[in-house]
């Protein structure tokens, strides 16, 4: 069987750029193979900070031979008027290598059948591997020395075999070879003989080329040298694939700091370790030990100098944090709120604080409606942004929040006005939790709104990668928590009430409320494909205000999904449908005059019809109604001509058929299904 090795050799990665780049050299690799025809079994992708590897097996020796049939010239062009080949004709020959002889026509055409040879595997990897190569993409490209190619980092060696072969390439000034490089503190040069040898080699050289069993060793030592002191390790996954993409070698150490910073908020603590410095806690009996664990990238015996650093660097900063603690907690939370004057929101819609009165405006209304506790929320609203300038949140952003919660405790604040100052932000990101408390859940919905509705106003565009304030994320949050939590708030009456608050004239509010509504329906579409086909979402989002009542919307998405799986769903689809496009054009409808029926199949529709309320009828009962009607529309349709010659014999029809149409749109627009 035959393998192809590529391993790029680089100075240190970027983290964030390994995992995409073996994404797209996977890819760019596959797409290559098959469009040139090339069969191959398997593509594996390895990678370290100092390399990016790529095993390819079972690759076929050439490309298959293949016989093609290619157009020619027009007959009356490649024959002469005594039916004898003209010089385009032998051209045409000549160019693709076959005897005069063998040509043919067909279609009024000249043809020929060429036989094409299969190229050979390793001519067409030095071909287009260097190509592969410098396609890959990032951030924070950088060229070298005198060179035009850019790259991640500088390339130092490149490794290229085919089977035992050299396969020899250039990328950069840098000529492949089968010399690769081992751990930086262990062999510097290491000779692959074949792509069977590779990871084997290079982990006899301390390189673990492997990224799912380095993760995995990793995880085994790091709870191995914790189960030693008989604490729990908690790993975060965002963190271990970092340490994972920032070691070739990994190997734990046990580090351990003075008690006395254990006073700190715990999130501060954890922060420090685990964002700021990539070390992985460790706890015992769920709380937090002043020990921790680094994943040191390192060959050799003698750890203490590793651990005396990481110490030192790690005591400097809680050292930092217990000063903004005592600083910061000198008077009660409260007294921040008047420093939110001086930070501004956004250019133009005012200061922090300001946005902090909006927020407390829209959470009394929201409150008021789901008779939530009032004080609660107003306390909430009042302080959710008071920490963002104390010292410790200006040192720790991300911790905007968590710090709030901690001095609203701190200062003795009721633990649910605590708790809501956290969950006002959440969920943090598209797969965490959404709040869990009603006061971070109304403030956090009022927040957001407030945040979606400003950047809208100030004309800011959301495509691609711009969206400014996070206003995806926001509408997200939005939704998640009125979705999940079952919350029982106008969307549409909150976007109203908060245009109204912002502090700068709309000369068109209806448009800007039209374009903010749009926005958040297109999220909400987004949000719900996971679960629900998209025809489904916008046949129940079509002409309805769906954002006053998203309860009713998940309601009725629940039943157009199981209207759809019936079996008789086809003939539901062609009765309703065909209303649809009778009346589409129609615009005054007459009321139904029951004197001007003259077919019985008319006079059993409207007596159907009429029967159904469904403004009365649960969702559950609606369906049943309108799956019992449908025979009804059938006879109607193959008995009456709707299009009478009697113009009020004719509006008379389309009034009753508008009235019916009207029973199946309170569940959604059927015309949107796709069947």
């Known amino acids: 069987m035959n393998k192809y090795l590529l391993e790029i050799g680089t100075e240190e990665l970027a983290y964030k ?43 076929a020796e050439k490309q298959d031979d293949v016989e093609k049939t290619i157009k020619g010239p027009i007959a009356n062009i490649a024959y002469d008027e005594n039916g004898s080949l003209t010089k385009a004709a032998l051209g045409f020959a000549n160019k693709n290598g076959i005897s005069p002889d063998s040509l043919f026509k067909q279609d009024n055409y000249v043809w020929a059948k060429v036989q094409q040879k299969g190229k050979n595997t390793k001519e067409l990897l030095k071909e287009v591997v260097p190509s592969i190569i410098l396609k890959l993409k990032g951030t924070h490209f950088m060229r070298w020395a005198d060179l035009d190619v850019k790259f991640q980092r500088p390339i130092r060696w490149i490794v290229s075999l085919f089977n035992n072969d050299k396969v020899e390439i250039e990328v950069a000034n840098v000529k492949s070879s089968n010399i690769t490089r ?65 070691t070739e070698w990994p190997v734990p150490v046990v580090c351990s700091f003075e008690e006395k910073y254990l006073q700190i908020p715990e999130k501060v603590a954890v922060t420090v370790m685990a964002v700021h410095q990539r ?137 649910e006005v605590a708790t809501g100052i956290m969950e006002h932000y959440f969920p943090l990101n598209a797969d965490s939790d959404v709040a869990q408390g009603i006061e971070g859940q109304i403030v956090g919905i009022a927040d957001k709104i407030d945040t979606v509705v400003t950047v809208f106003a100030d004309g800011k565009k959301i495509s691609g990668s711009n969206d400014p304030l996070g206003v995806r994320r926001a509408t997200l949050g939005i939704l998640k928590t009125v979705l999940q939590k079952g919350l029982d708030i106008n969307i549409t009456e909150l976007l109203k009430q908060s245009i109204d608050l912002i502090p700068v004239q ?128 059938s006879e109607f349709f193959d008995k009456v001509l709707v299009m009478d010659n009697d113009e009020k014999i004719k509006q008379n029809r389309l009034a009753m058929l508008n009235i019916t149409k009207n029973k199946f749109a309170k569940i959604a627009d059927f015309s949107k299904i796709v069947y």
């Not at 751990?183 to 673990?208: C, G, M, Q, W």
Request: hydrophobic letters at 40%.
């Open 279 to 415: 070390y992985f806690p460790l706890y015992k009996d769920g709380k937090l030990l002043n020990k921790f664990i680094t994943i040191s990238n390192y060959v050799g015996n003698t750890f203490d100098n590793i651990k005396a650093g990481n110490e030192r660097v790690v005591r400097a900063r809680l050292e930092d944090a217990v000063f903004f603690v005592q600083e910061d907690t000198q008077k009660p939370l409260l007294a921040y709120l008047d420093e939110l004057k001086g930070v501004t929101f956004q250019k133009g819609f005012g200061s922090v604080y300001d946005k902090t009165q909006r927020i407390l405006t829209l959470s009394k209304n929201i409150a008021k409606k789901l008779n939530a506790p009032l004080s609660s929320v107003e306390r909430t609203a009042l302080l959710c942004k008071a920490d963002l300038v104390t010292k410790l949140v200006f040192e720790f952003t991300e911790l905007q929040g968590y710090i709030g919660a901690d001095y609203a405790l701190r200062s003795g604040e009721p633990k």
């Open 506 to 633: 709309i000369e068109d509010k209806t448009k800007l409320f039209n374009t903010i509504k749009e926005f958040i329906e297109q999220r909400l579409i987004v949000f719900m494909s996971d679960k629900y086909k998209h025809d489904i979402l916008e046949a129940c989002i079509s002409e309805k205000d769906v954002l006053s009542d998203l309860k009713d919307f998940t309601k009725r998405l629940s039943i157009l999904t199981d209207i759809v799986k019936k079996d008789s769903y086809a003939q539901f689809h062609e009765g309703i449908n065909r209303i649809i496009r009778l009346i589409k054009n129609e615009k005054d409808f007459a009321t139904v005059n029951e004197a001007l029926f003259n077919n019985n199949a008319e006079k059993e529709l409207w007596r159907v019809v009429k029967s159904i309320d469904e403004n009365k009828l649960s969702y559950n009962d609606l369906e049943t109604a309108l799956v019992n009607i449908i025979p009804y529309i």
């Open 182 to 246: 081992g751990h930086r503190f262990s062999k510097t040069e290491v000779i692959i003989n074949s792509p069977d040898e590779y990871l084997a080699a290079l982990e006899n050289a301390n390189v673990i080329a492997d990224v799912e069993k380095r993760k995995a060793t990793i995880v085994k030592l790091a709870k191995e040298k914790a189960n030693e002191i008989g604490a729990d390790i908690v790993m975060n996954d965002d963190l271990l694939d970092e340490v994972t993409f920032i």
């Open 17 to 59: 750029f390994i995992p995409s780049a073996m994404e797209q050299l996977k890819a760019e690799f596959t797409k290559t193979l098959q469009e040139n025809e090339i069969k191959f079994s398997d593509i594996k992708v390895y990678a370290t900070p100092r390399r990016l590897a790529v095993i390819i097996e079972g690759l």
